[in-house]
């Protein structure tokens, strides 16, 4: 069988793994217009922290060599012929017997009047993006970052790190991390971060750039701010062109529309990571998901179908995240209080604060948000911060909204504790919620 992938970021490794082990003797190639494959898009921020190096998060220069997985680096494909079963990258044609389109996301910069190009940056998975980030951080200290999600963070993380006396962290939105976080929870992280000299600039309008004496000035309403650098990190877009251009349909949400096998409206070509129009597992309404750990599983699922025939549906996503923030951990999963209720969902929500230890062992604290479908009396959102590891909490959340456990028995479940492990207060939160449904 001759397979071709289409993007080798973390769904088309994925996929090229997964394939090989399931057929030894497919011939795999993939395609990339990089001249180099990191090994996940989420570490270049630790590398620009100086917590680890390039070197350290590239894939393992054997990896493809061992498995037979032809590489094709700095290689553009630019048509799918389809009715011939080939691709066109570079000056050569590929046939293939399925493809595998896993071509990402590009970043959106918002039409911001005076963005000139200079000093400015956006952030993607390519690894020359941050590379370019990286050599440029020593030459200044100021910097204004856009955008106050996830990827925006951590850039305002990393700028902190290597010693900027001055960061803006800006965005549209009332509160950081808006896609996981509610207000009322992101409150308690926005504080540390003032504290540690972020200066957060909530609900901005942002009306123009200027530009001189080497400076860029971000205008507000009611003030301007001075800055080296501007670093634009407001979200991201399905990278469907090819797809488009080979008459692939296009979902609703602007990524490539699939089946529960992840296959498009080609019975030969399916889709996995950034590029996809995804779903949601709890509503199953259409979304995007861009998140390296949904383009890894996507691109196991996709690469499992191509081989053996749709043998494995892909369920959808449950949303869930986690990020450390001067030693906050935050995660979250399913909606927030605000989407639940802009999707017209009659939900009720409660926060709850705990100890996870008794006092004489400690004064960590758990602060949980709980969010509860009134009609089906299931979790539909929660949101976790502690200065304690809480991925497995995140993961049994998780797991509760994707099985639509009925919240009488989550109460019931068994937690465990030991005083050096101490307990987790969930089951507070979800009485709370109870007495709220009554």
């Given at each position: 069988?001759?397979?071709?992938?289409?993007?080798?970021?973390?769904?088309?490794?994925?996929?090229?793994?997964?394939?090989?082990?399931?057929?030894?003797?497919?011939?795999?190639?993939?395609?990339?217009?990089?001249?180099?494959?990191?090994y996940a898009p989420c570490e270049p921020?630790?590398?620009?922290?100086?917590?680890?190096?390039?070197?350290?998060?590239?894939?393992?220069?054997?990896?493809?060599?061992?498995?037979?997985?032809?590489?094709?680096?700095?290689?553009?494909?630019?048509?799918?012929?389809?009715?011939?079963?080939?691709?066109?990258?570079?000056?050569?044609?590929?046939?293939?017997?399925?493809?595998?389109?896993?071509?990402?996301?590009?970043?959106?910069?918002?039409?911001?009047?005076?963005?000139?190009?200079?000093?400015?940056?956006?952030?993607?998975?390519?690894?020359?993006?941050g590379r370019a980030v990286d050599n440029?951080?020593?030459?200044?200290?100021?910097?204004?970052?856009?955008?106050?999600?996830?990827?925006?963070?951590?850039?305002?993380?990393?700028?902190?790190?290597?010693?900027?006396?001055?960061?803006?962290?800006?965005?549209?939105?009332?509160?950081?991390?808006?896609?996981?976080?509610?207000?009322?929870?992101?409150?308690?992280?926005?504080?540390?971060?003032?504290?540690?000299?972020?200066?957060?600039?909530?609900?901005?309008?942002?009306?123009g750039i200027e530009n001189g004496s080497?400076?860029?000035?971000?205008?507000?309403?009611?003030?301007?701010?001075?800055?080296?650098?501007?670093?634009?990190?407001?979200?991201?877009?399905?990278?469907?062109?090819?797809?488009?251009?080979?008459?692939?349909?296009?979902?609703?949400?602007?990524?490539?529309?699939?089946?529960?096998?992840?296959?498009?409206?080609?019975?030969?070509?399916?889709?996995?990571?950034?590029?996809?129009?995804?779903?949601?597992?709890?509503?199953?309404?259409?979304?995007?998901?861009?998140?390296?750990?949904?383009?890894?599983?996507?691109?196991?699922?996709?690469?499992?179908?191509?081989?053996?025939?749709?043998?494995?549906?892909?369920?959808?996503?449950?949303?869930?995240?986690?990020?450390?923030?001067?030693?906050?951990?935050?995660?979250?999963?399913?909606?927030?209080?605000?989407?639940?209720?802009?999707?017209?969902?009659?939900?009720?929500?409660?926060?709850?604060?705990?100890?996870?230890?008794?006092?004489?062992?400690?004064?960590?604290?758990?602060?949980?948000?709980?969010?509860?479908?009134?009609?089906?009396?299931?979790?539909?959102?929660?949101?976790?911060?502690?200065?304690?590891?809480?991925?497995?909490?995140?993961?049994?959340?998780?797991?509760?909204?994707?099985?639509?456990?009925?919240?009488?028995?989550?109460?019931?479940?068994?937690?465990?504790?030991?005083?050096?492990?101490?307990?987790?207060?969930?089951?507070?939160?979800?009485?709370?919620?109870?007495?709220?449904?009554?």
């Amino acid at each position: 069988m001759k397979i071709c992938i289409i993007g080798a970021g973390a769904s088309g490794r994925s996929a090229s793994g997964r394939i090989r082990r399931l057929d030894d003797e497919a011939q795999i190639d993939i395609f990339s217009t990089q001249n180099e494959i990191g090994y996940a898009p989420c570490e270049p921020p630790f590398v620009l922290k100086g917590i680890v190096r390039w070197d350290d998060i590239f894939y393992p220069g054997k990896f493809f060599e061992d498995r037979e997985i032809d590489i094709h680096l700095n290689t553009e494909v630019t048509d799918i012929l389809r009715q011939e079963k080939r691709i066109i990258a570079g000056d050569r044609s590929y046939p293939y017997d399925k493809l595998l389109l896993c071509t990402g996301t590009v970043p959106t910069v918002p039409p911001i009047p005076g963005l000139n190009g200079k000093n400015e940056f956006t952030i993607s998975t390519n690894i020359a993006d941050g590379r370019a980030v990286d050599n440029i951080i020593p030459k200044y200290s100021s910097a204004a970052v856009i955008g106050a999600g996830a990827i925006g963070v951590e850039i305002t993380l990393a700028l902190i790190a290597r010693g900027y006396h001055k960061v803006f962290l800006l965005d549209m939105m009332e509160s950081i991390l808006p896609a996981g976080l509610d207000k009322d929870m992101a409150s308690r992280v926005e504080q540390v971060m003032q504290d540690k000299g972020i200066k957060l600039i909530l609900s901005a309008v942002i009306t123009g750039i200027e530009n001189g004496s080497g400076m860029k000035s971000i205008t507000l309403p009611d003030r301007k701010l001075e800055a080296d650098l501007v670093f634009l990190t407001t979200g991201a877009r399905p990278n469907v062109e090819i797809a488009a251009k080979a008459g692939i349909d296009i979902g609703e949400t602007g990524g490539i529309l699939v089946n529960r096998y992840l296959q498009t409206s080609d019975p030969d070509i399916y889709a996995a990571g950034d590029c996809l129009e995804n779903w949601d597992m709890i509503t199953k309404s259409k979304t995007r998901r861009l998140m390296v750990t949904t383009a890894s599983k996507t691109g196991a699922i996709a690469g499992e179908n191509l081989v053996k025939g749709n043998s494995i549906p892909y369920e959808g996503t449950i949303m869930n995240f986690v990020i450390e923030i001067f030693g906050n951990q935050i995660g979250a999963a399913g909606f927030t209080e605000r989407l639940a209720r802009e999707k017209e969902m009659d939900v009720v929500a409660t926060t709850v604060s705990g100890p996870i230890f008794r006092p004489h062992l400690g004064n960590k604290v758990l602060h949980y948000k709980l969010i509860a479908d009134r009609r089906t009396k299931t979790l539909v959102g929660a949101q976790v911060i502690s200065d304690e590891t809480i991925r497995g909490t995140i993961n049994e959340l998780s797991l509760a909204m994707a099985e639509k456990v009925p919240l009488h028995r989550l109460a019931m479940l068994e937690s465990p504790y030991s005083p050096g492990v101490g307990r987790d207060p969930i089951e507070d939160g979800v009485r709370k919620l109870m007495h709220k449904l009554r």
